[in-house]
């Protein structure tokens, strides 16, 4: 229910009071141009009885000719006025509300009622109405409390002027966070929309929009108001900067509504934090130390404290983390680029040369040096970083070598019981072709009766190349040469053979071989004296009668058992020690079979191989890390 409603029921409730006077109740009224208003007018008379109620509203003074309504002809008006205007009160109930549409600028002017009650009397109100016209509505209206607190419910409210029912202007509002919007609600001649939000410091500054709209005449008009919210302290931190000497400068800066009023300072080491007599928002503070120190500032207004992050106080140190990075140059050469943690920064770079154990200071001092590389012989280089407080090494970085192809020492064949595995091992930082040569003439090349296969794998810079010979033939002079694909010096090695190898599966062969051979040599050794003893026996049983002839026999036989009981035990031990010291060679060698043939796999590493732990990729950026 408007205003508007209110007004008028209320005029009519006192009206119903008995009165000895002539009175009216009326407002004065704004309105647009090209819209309509309606202005509220009540009345009441002296008490009195009647047949009726007539009234008439009066342009400019109350006279009949400046007539615009007249209830009992409505006919009866000025020319501009014909289709314009109407009583749309109830003068039965003392209502003389006016209402007059399309509005024009010359419609601005003072207005006058006159009530004709029939069978008593008539009056003319004297006190006009004053209505004005506007061309363009006013701004809306925008209202809200002078105290805005951070977490407090903030209520706005923006009004605009509504004189025509029939077509209410329209409301609405810039969105704030977690803010909602009420109905719109009509009052009067206004009508009004209100804001509800939760501010906090983020909506400080921020401005606000209430936009009216009116359909009927297509105007559009907004008004703004700026918030200011209080809030405690946000956004605290300390910045850093350097001062004289060996001195910073910390500044404590911190967003606070009222502003912030106090600053207090406070110091941890060492894990203890200590409340400074210092609390202005800049300080001075000392550097350098060893132990690592920092500050943080707690920032004070009439709403609350915040409390910023330790900032850490720079401390001093010799170079540390010194390495050496390589990168690829124009031509055959490579830059080298020193890096090094210091405070003080690091102020001079000294390079040093590594070549067959001979260490070389250089002249080149610059953090950046470029040196070519290509040479056969391995170059390493490192840095040493120096600041005013001390120095610090790198680790040495390998410069890339150029060789040629070079079969190395560990190559060599090894004979087994039905086959020769040949390895020979290139070391490469280039594609090579590898050929072999037996004493027979053949290259080593797979042939149709499958004697010879050959293969070859390579992993990184180590070239494994295989060669099976099958059937058993010890071979004597079986070459291993390789040329580099660039057309260089062909390269060529005799390769050591060695015989008797054995397989892993033939051992339990050879051990129930040897074993049988063992166990019958022991049981001849256990039965020969019984038998040489049963021999002798015999023939002095036959040689009786001969006399001194048995006793000879019998000195002979007796030496030949003694000796062969003295001997044949000997004999068997050897013997017994013999097959174990072969059973362990063999397996030894079967064990370097084995080896030999793990090593066909390109990861395999060789006794004794300078080269094992040495990997080359052409495309690598080299570094120390």
């Not at 209100?194 to 359909?215: A, D, E, G, K």
């Not at 072709?433 to 010879?452: K, R």
Request: aromatic share 8%; charged share 20%.
């Amino acid at each position: 229910m408007g205003r508007m409603a209110v007004v008028l029921i209320t005029l009519r409730l006192l009206s119903d009071v008995a009165t000895e006077e002539w009175t009216m109740t009326t407002s004065d009224r704004k309105a647009i141009s090209g819209s309509c208003v309606v202005i509220p007018c009540t009345f009441d008379f002296p008490s009195h009885t009647y047949k009726a109620v007539h009234g008439a509203w009066f342009k400019y003074w109350y006279s009949w000719k400046y007539t615009i309504a007249y209830s009992k002809d409505p006919n009866y008006r000025m020319s501009i006025f014909v289709g314009r205007t109407d009583i749309i009160g109830d003068l039965e109930q003392k209502d003389c509300s006016l209402k007059i549409d399309n509005l024009r600028p010359e419609d601005s002017d003072n207005y006058y009622f006159y009530v004709d009650v029939k069978g008593f009397d008539d009056h003319t109100f004297t006190k006009p109405i004053q209505l004005q016209v506007l061309d363009a509505p006013d701004r809306p209206k925008m209202l809200l409390p002078e105290d805005i607190k951070e977490g407090t419910l903030v209520h706005i409210i923006c009004k605009a002027l509504h004189t025509c029912p029939d077509n209410p202007p329209k409301l609405t509002w810039s969105q704030l966070p977690s803010s909602s919007v009420s109905d719109t609600i009509e009052s009067g001649d206004e009508i009004s929309t209100v804001l509800t939000f939760n501010p906090s410091y983020r909506h400080h500054n921020q401005i606000v929009h209430c936009t009216c709209v009116y359909p009927q005449t297509n105007h559009r008009v907004f008004n703004s108001v700026t918030l200011s919210v209080k809030y405690s302290p946000h956004n605290t931190s300390v910045r850093m900067t350097t001062g004289k000497g060996k001195t910073v400068s910390l500044i404590c800066s911190s967003d606070g509504n009222p502003a912030v009023h106090r600053f207090n300072w406070f110091k941890i080491s060492k894990g203890n934090v200590t409340n400074l007599t210092l609390s202005g928002q800049t300080i001075t503070v000392p550097y350098g130390f060893e132990v690592e120190i920092s500050y943080y500032c707690v920032a004070t207004n009439s709403l609350g404290s915040s409390q910023s992050l330790p900032v850490h106080i720079p401390t001093e140190y010799s170079p540390r983390n010194t390495s050496v990075r390589m990168t690829t140059g124009k031509g055959k050469t490579i830059s080298l680029s020193c890096s090094s943690d210091g405070n003080p920064a690091v102020h001079r770079f000294n390079w040093f040369k590594i070549s067959e154990g001979n260490v070389t200071n250089l002249t080149l001092s610059g953090q950046t040096i470029t040196v070519p590389y290509g040479f056969e012989v391995e170059i390493s280089y490192y840095c040493v970083a120096t600041n005013s407080l001390g120095s610090s090494q790198s680790l040495p970085v390998h410069i890339p070598t150029e060789y040629g192809a070079v079969i190395l020492p560990e190559s060599r064949c090894t004979q087994y019981q039905t086959y020769i595995i040949c390895l020979c091992l290139v070391q490469t930082n280039s594609t090579v072709n590898v050929t072999w040569a037996l004493p027979d003439g053949s290259t080593g090349e797979t042939g149709s009766d499958g004697i010879y296969e050959a293969q070859s794998v390579t992993n990184s810079s180590l070239m494994t190349n295989t060669l099976t010979i099958r059937g058993g033939k010890l071979f004597e002079g079986i070459n291993c040469s390789i040329a580099d694909d660039g057309g260089g010096r062909p390269l060529q090695r005799l390769l050591e053979i060695q015989s008797d190898g054995r397989p892993v599966g033939m051992r339990w062969e050879l051990i129930q071989k040897y074993g049988l051979v063992a166990a019958g040599g022991a049981v001849l050794l256990i039965t020969s004296p019984l038998l040489i003893y049963f021999i002798v026996k015999a023939r002095k049983r036959r040689d009786k009668p001969r006399g001194n002839g048995i006793k000879q026999t019998q000195k002979a036989n007796s030496t030949t058992k003694s000796e062969l009981m003295s001997v044949r035990p000997k004999q068997t031990e050897k013997c017994i020690e013999a097959f174990v010291t072969r059973a362990k060679v063999n397996q030894r060698k079967d064990d370097e079979g084995l080896e030999m043939k793990s090593n066909l796999h390109p990861n395999s590493n060789l006794e004794g191989n300078l080269y094992e732990n040495y990997q080359w990729d052409q495309d690598l950026v080299y570094t120390n890390i």
